[in-house]
């Protein structure tokens, strides 16, 4: 799919995203920033556990929530614009919707584990672009980023920041691109 981005931050090393249910790092500014640049305006598809993890909503995106619950609704946090909350309970019916009110803008999947693991290993739904922050640090989790599947993506991009004020820690920002069939 031609507008389907995945985004994520995980350690270098061992790919470790999160865990007790929340990120590894509270201070890595620069990495925020580019996260809120590049998905303003967009769709985001998130599984319901990285969902809880939120403080507030993500203001200037439509947000699909995928949860095994039809009837969930955020409870983290105060709705702020509930026309821009949705609920799926596949990651294939998230798609389906996200394409539907995308109108051209660009689909982001934002997490977690088991939502990445799903969309790099099923054929149909593979981004065409991946977004990966890597982290340089000693950080353990209990959710991980999965491997990139061999030989279906290429590295077209790095923008490596050093740890300073606002950054705890040396990270580098990584974009994939899918290698055509």
Known sequence: MENLFLIVAYVLGTRAIGLNNKLLWTNLTADMRHFVRVTKGSVVIVGRTTNETFTRQLIGR???????????????????????????????????????????????????EQIYAEILYTESMKP?????TEVEADLDGDKYFPPLPIGEYEEVSATPYEKDEENDYNFIIRTFRRIAA
Do not use: M
Request: proline share 5%.
């Open 128 to 132: 065409c672009v991946i977004i990966a």
């Open 62 to 112: 439509d947000i699909i929530i995928v949860t095994s619950d039809p009837h969930y609704w955020p409870k983290n946090y105060e709705v702020t614009d509930p026309e821009r909350i949705h609920v799926c309970t596949s990651i294939e019916a998230a798609i389906e919707l996200a394409q539907r009110i995308a109108d051209g803008r660009n689909i982001f999947i934002i997490g977690g």
